[in-house]
């Protein structure tokens, strides 16, 4: 099973604790046990530095793994990722694109997973470079939340805010 996004999500801000911290622990612990056997991709890796970090390269993890890979298609990992007491294992695979390659994470609680997944995931990408399975996915789901909008547009009593009005134009394009 794919799953959009990681198997679960290591924030810095609950890293030191506060208010919310057991409640966002226990939801990650739960994610985890529901998600055991399955792999998660993340496509927006800009945004992280684990990759970056464990090889000392780049200032980014999209970064890293196109210099690690020299901008050509493949994948480098394992990077082992634990917070307590939760595992996870990353690879970073690089698939062709108009530009050259577009980099995307896969992770799972168990290696093997997460690199017989990266061993053949590039090589279902589409033309933007990203797993088929998500790309389709994810169009999907941004036109139901448009037509989401557009329903409670048409619903609603009162008229929308200035930046709500911008949310439904947003909305009325992906339809």
Known sequence: MLVDG????????YQSGGGF????LELA???????RGAVGVVKRVERSRY??????????????????????????????????GLRKYLFYVA????????????EALEEGLAEEAASWLGSLSDASGLPLPLAVADRVAR??????????????PVE????????????????
């Open 51 to 84: 990759l970056a970090r464990c090889a000392g390269v780049g200032s980014d993890d999209e970064v890293a793994a196109r210099r690690l890979l020299n901008n050509s298609p493949g994948y480098v990992g394992p990077v082992a990722v634990e917070w307590e």
């Open 160 to 175: 929308p805010t200035y930046r709500g009005l911008e949310v439904v134009q947003a909305a009325l394009g992906e339809l």
């Open 29 to 35: 612990r739960a994610r985890a046990a529901l998600l």
């Open 143 to 156: 036109r139901l939340n448009a037509a989401a909008v557009k329903l409670l547009y048409a619903a609603s």
């Open 21 to 24: 911290f057991r409640l966002y």
């Open 6 to 13: 990681p198997v679960f999500r290591v924030p810095d801000v």
């Open 95 to 106: 698939s062709p694109a108009p530009r050259g390659v577009r980099v995307f994470r896969v």
